[in-house]
């Protein structure tokens, strides 16, 4: 039996893509009339029975003790021109093919596949748990840049998406649409207040859904007051942005949207803003269902990853960041993000939300000798810049930077895809003067 070792390549990159890395090409040999065969790793057997049997000669003249014999739960079939190693349940797990009258099985087959799912979960993760079906339409239309050109698979449950599916309650579709183009309509909706305060002390979450490209933005702030002025700054820069007119506002009867400051703005520009009734959610369902999904999707998220419960704005704001760009309209048969802003996103540079990171310490004087990167966790992206959120642990703040590697690999690798890291042996000390952001 010929081994073969197989070696995870990986970069702190984020642009980096996972490398399956063959060091030796290994051949097995099927032998259609052994009856019995031999493997020096126990842990492969079931069933084992410590026993000494006999003594084996190989063909360099060395002696091997034969120790015990157990049961290894597969089972191979053999065809004219091919063979099957099959499991107790007769599913096929590796195929060979049957060539200079010899059965023969390559590994680097099954090396490559193991590359391919660990590169589908990692996608699966970068893209904030998408499901894989969505993923591979994404690749199969080509409705974005940056995602590999592959078939992303999926071996096992996802422990994080089967606990958000607890939580998640399921809502009729909306199938009629009342606007033709961008921003005509836009659904808002402010969330009840969190009962934990984000990292900057903000309490409430305001979503708005543009109803034509279902495309979302998020904003967050300290009370109910703070709403007015951030709608109204909010619609005059989009309307800047987009060099189209809203015409129409849905809200419900809040008073954060039935007040006199937004009623005077909306009637000088010529915007009519619609009321739906009390208690009556699915007058507005479409912001409904999605200011409840991204605040499951971050609770769960949270929740899992094991970080702190003070992160939620940034979990909300990462997972719409993403879906904005990854979930599919069934209408267009396009991202949110083309219908908006006419182009495909480009998602390459996409990081695994929660993944340990190591930024660039260029605000103190750390001197020749000292440690120039202080350790954080990827928290999301800037809506300011092309730079990464990076919670840091050591200055217990969020600071944007581009000077930042991540490792988001070698726990996934070593922990066969176990999704919670531990931050516990994170440092917890020390003071930065760089201005950090909510």
């Not at 492969?44 to 029975?49: C, Q």
């Not at 940056?146 to 998406?161: E, I």
């Not at 305001?206 to 700054?233: C, G, N, P, Q």
């Not at 999301?380 to 642990?393: A, L, P, Q, T, V």
Request: aromatic share 12%; hydrophobic share 35%.
């Amino acid at each position: 039996v010929v081994r073969a070792m197989r070696v995870w390549d990986y970069c702190g990159s984020g642009l980096s893509e996972v490398r399956c890395r063959i060091v030796q090409n290994c051949l097995w040999i099927i032998d259609s009339g052994c009856l019995k065969n031999m493997t020096g790793n126990r842990a492969l057997l079931t069933n084992f029975v410590e026993k000494f049997l006999e003594m084996v000669r190989f063909g360099n003249n060395d002696f091997l003790a034969i120790t015990g014999y157990g049961d290894v739960g597969l089972k191979v079939a053999f065809r004219k021109s091919t063979c099957f190693v099959r499991n107790e349940d007769g599913v096929d797990l590796l195929t060979g093919d049957r060539s200079s009258n010899l059965y023969t099985i390559s590994l680097n087959e099954v090396a490559s596949n193991s590359s391919t799912c660990l590169l589908s979960w990692l996608w699966h993760q970068r893209l904030f748990h998408l499901n894989f079906t969505t993923i591979n339409n994404l690749v199969k239309n080509n409705l974005v840049q940056g995602l590999p050109k592959m078939k992303f698979k999926k071996d096992h449950l996802c422990s994080a998406c089967e606990q958000w599916k607890i939580h998640r309650k399921h809502h009729k579709s909306k199938t009629d649409f009342a606007s033709k183009k961008p921003p005509y309509l836009l659904h808002m909706d402010l969330c009840e207040p969190m009962r934990v305060k984000s990292i900057k002390g903000k309490r409430y979450v305001l979503v708005v859904v543009d109803d034509y490209s279902r495309y979302t933005w998020v904003f967050f702030f300290h009370s109910k007051d703070e709403a007015s002025d951030v709608i109204i700054s909010f619609i005059k820069k989009t309307q800047l942005n987009l060099q189209l007119q809203v015409q129409r506002v849905r809200t419900n009867n809040g008073t954060e949207f039935k007040n006199k400051t937004l009623a005077k703005f909306f009637d000088e520009v010529g915007i009519t803003q619609q009321f739906f009734a009390t208690r009556t959610p699915q007058q507005n369902s479409i912001v409904e269902r999605r200011n409840q999904t991204l605040v499951e999707a971050a609770r769960t998220m949270l929740t899992f990853v094991n970080l702190p419960l003070f992160l939620w704005a940034e979990a909300i704001a990462t997972a719409c960041f993403t879906q904005n760009r990854s979930i599919i309209h069934k209408r267009f048969d396009k991202t949110p993000y083309e219908l908006i802003n006419k182009r495909k996103p480009n998602i390459k540079f996409f990081q695994v939300f929660r993944c340990k990171c190591y930024l660039l310490n260029d605000y103190d004087d750390v001197g020749k000798l000292k440690e120039k990167g202080d350790i954080g966790v990827f928290v999301g992206y800037s809506k300011e810049s092309d730079s990464f959120r990076i919670y840091n642990n050591q200055t217990h703040k969020i600071h944007e930077s581009v000077n930042v590697n991540f490792d988001e690999i070698s726990e996934m690798a070593s922990k066969q895809f176990n999704l919670k890291p531990d931050l516990s042996n994170l440092n917890k000390m020390g003071k930065s003067s760089n201005p950090s952001v909510s």
